[in-house]
C-alpha cells in the first residue's frame, strides 16, 4: 500500500484562538460591568463638569517673597492636597513669582475646598498647664475652643513632622461624631507618654493647636503610651476628611491667602462634550461603513473588533475613574478621536496584508497565520513609535495636556490589545472553511483570482 504525504496537525491550533476569544468575552463583560452607564461611571473634568478654579498668594512670615524652592514645596502639596480631596485631574501650577492656581473639578463646596487648599497645616499638641498666657489658659479649661494662641506663650509637646499615619473614624460605637486618629513616631510616642503620665492624676488637658488655633482640649484620663492619639472635636466625617488630608500632605513652607476665585459653570463644557461624542460616533460609524463596502465579509470583523475597542477603552476610562486616577477633558476626547483612526488603519494594514498573502500565492489558511501575524506585528511598530510620545506628554506635560497623553496612551494599548485576541484569532478559525469557501462573501476571490492567474497558487500548506 503505497504511503501519502499529508500535512501535519500540529495540536492546539485551534485551542490558542479560541481561548484568546474567551478571554475577549469576559474583558468585555467586565468592561460593560464597569461603564454603564458611562455618564456616571467616568469622571469629567474641569472644563466639561464645572468646578472651582483659585487663585492664591503666597507670603512668608517675615514679609519675604517667597522663595523658588519654597513656592515648588507649596505647590507640591497643595497638589496632594487636591488629590486627596478626590478631584481627579485638578492641577496646581504656579502663576507668576508668588502665586498659585488651583483648578478643582466637580467640587461641591468650593468655600470648604479653599480653606483646605491654603491651610498651613501645623500641628502641635501643647500641655494647657504649661501655657503662660493666664487668661488663654484659664478659657481653655473652661471648654473654649477656636482661640488663636500667642507664638511664644507655650511650647508644644510634640509637632505635626511627629506623625506617621493618620486615619478616621467614628469617636465611638454610639457617637456620630468623627475622630482624626494619628499615629506617633518613637520621639512623639516617648514625649506624648511623659506628659500623659504625669497629667492623668489631674485629669489635665492637652490642647490640639492646628495653625496655631486651638482646635481642642480633652482631658487626660490615662497615660497614653503607645503613640496612638485620637484628635476629637464634633467633626463630622466632611471635616475629619478634611484635617485627614491636611496633616497627610503636610505642612506648608508658605502662609496662602486667598486671591480670587472662579466657579465654572458645566453649561459650556456639555454642549463640548456632546460635540465631541458625536464627532467620535459619526467618525466610527464612517470608518466601519467604509471598511464593510471595501473589504466585504472581513469589514464585518472589523466592524465587531471597532466595537470591541470602544467597549473596551470605555471599561478601561471607568476603572481609572474609580481608583480616581481620570477624568475626561475636552483634550482627552480629542485623544480619543484621534485612537479611532489608529484602530481603523491597524484592520487595515492586517486585513492588507492577509489579502496579499493570498495574492502571493499562499492558501487563505496560511495567509491567515503568516499574513496577520506580519500585518499586526507592522502595526505595533507604529503604534509604540506614538505610544511613546503619548506617555511623554502624559509625564512631562501639565494640566489638561496630560489627559490627551492618557487618554491616547490607554486607546493605543486596547488596540493592540483587540489585534492580539479578537482580529488575529477570528481570522484565523474563519479561514480553513468558512472563508475558504465563502471567498466572495469575504471578499477574497478577486485575491484568489489573480493569485491563479499568476500560477502562483500552494495548495494545502496551512503553516505560517
Request: aromatic share 6%; with cysteine.
Given at each position: ?25 469576559a ?76 483648578q478643582?473639578?466637580g ?19 501643647v ?9 488663654m ?30 486615619t ?92 480670587q ?46 466595537i ?17 486616577l481620570f ?5 482627552g ?23 496579499e ?59 493592540i490589545i483587540?489585534?492580539?485576541?479578537f ?32 500560477g502562483?497558487?500552494v ?6
Amino acid at each position: 500500500m503505497a504511503g501519502r504525504f499529508q500535512p501535519r496537525k500540529r495540536a492546539g491550533v485551534k485551542r490558542v484562538p479560541v481561548t484568546l476569544l474567551v478571554v475577549l468575552v469576559a474583558l468585555m463583560v467586565f468592561s460593560i460591568i464597569m461603564s454603564v452607564p458611562p455618564q456616571e461611571r467616568i469622571h469629567q473634568g474641569l472644563d466639561i463638569q464645572g468646578g472651582v478654579s483659585v487663585v492664591m498668594t503666597a507670603t512668608t512670615d517675615s514679609g519675604e517673597a517667597p522663595s523658588s524652592d519654597d513656592m515648588d514645596a507649596a505647590v507640591a502639596v497643595i497638589q496632594n492636597r487636591v488629590n486627596a480631596l478626590g478631584a481627579s485631574e485638578a492641577t496646581a501650577q504656579r502663576q507668576g513669582s508668588n502665586q498659585i492656581l488651583v483648578q478643582i473639578p466637580g467640587v461641591d463646596d468650593p468655600q470648604a475646598a479653599i480653606q483646605t487648599i491654603g491651610q498651613v497645616g501645623y500641628l502641635e499638641f501643647v500641655d494647657v498647664s504649661q501655657i503662660t498666657d493666664e487668661t488663654m489658659r484659664d478659657a481653655i479649661n473652661q471648654g473654649y475652643t477656636g482661640m488663636s494662641l500667642t507664638s511664644g506663650t507655650y511650647t508644644p509637646i510634640f509637632t505635626g513632622s511627629s506623625i506617621t499615619n493618620v486615619t478616621t473614624g467614628l469617636e465611638s460605637d454610639v457617637s456620630a461624631n468623627y475622630a482624626v486618629n494619628l499615629t506617633l513616631d518613637s520621639e512623639g510616642t516617648a514625649a506624648f507618654a511623659a506628659t500623659t503620665s504625669q497629667l492623668a492624676p489631674t485629669h489635665g488637658k492637652v490642647a490640639i493647636v492646628l495653625d496655631g488655633v486651638v482646635q481642642s482640649a480633652p482631658a487626660v484620663q490615662n497615660s497614653i503610651t503607645n503613640g496612638r492619639v485620637a484628635i476629637t472635636g464634633g467633626y463630622t466625617a466632611d471635616q475629619a476628611n478634611s484635617l485627614k488630608t491636611i496633616l497627610q500632605s503636610g505642612s506648608l513652607p508658605v502662609t496662602l491667602t486667598y486671591s480670587q476665585s472662579q466657579v465654572v459653570g458645566p453649561t459650556l463644557g456639555q454642549d463640548s462634550l456632546m460635540a465631541g461624542l458625536i464627532s467620535a460616533l459619526v467618525g466610527m460609524a464612517i470608518v466601519i461603513v467604509y471598511l464593510l463596502f471595501y473589504y466585504k465579509g472581513l469589514g464585518i470583523l472589523t466592524a465587531i473588533a471597532m466595537i470591541c475597542f470602544a467597549v473596551l477603552y470605555l471599561g478601561i476610562l471607568a476603572l481609572l475613574s474609580y481608583m480616581n486616577l481620570f477624568a475626561l477633558s475636552l483634550p482627552g476626547i480629542a485623544g480619543m478621536v484621534l485612537t479611532i483612526g489608529m484602530a481603523a488603519d491597524s484592520s487595515i494594514l492586517v486585513l492588507e496584508r492577509f489579502r496579499e498573502e493570498i495574492r502571493m500565492g499562499r492558501s487563505i489558511t496560511a495567509s491567515s497565520i503568516s499574513g496577520v501575524k506580519h500585518g499586526i506585528f507592522t502595526s505595533i511598530d507604529a503604534d509604540v513609535v506614538t505610544l511613546v510620545s503619548a506617555l511623554a506628554l502624559f509625564f512631562f506635560a501639565s494640566g489638561t495636556v496630560k489627559g490627551f497623553g492618557l487618554t491616547l496612551a490607554i486607546g493605543i494599548a486596547c488596540d493592540i490589545i483587540i489585534m492580539l485576541i479578537f482580529k488575529a484569532p477570528a481570522i484565523r478559525l474563519l479561514a480553513p472553511k468558512v472563508i475558504q469557501n465563502h471567498q466572495g462573501f469575504w471578499g477574497v476571490k478577486d485575491d484568489v483570482a489573480e493569485a491563479e492567474a499568476n500560477g502562483e497558487v500552494v495548495r494545502g500548506g496551512d503553516n505560517g
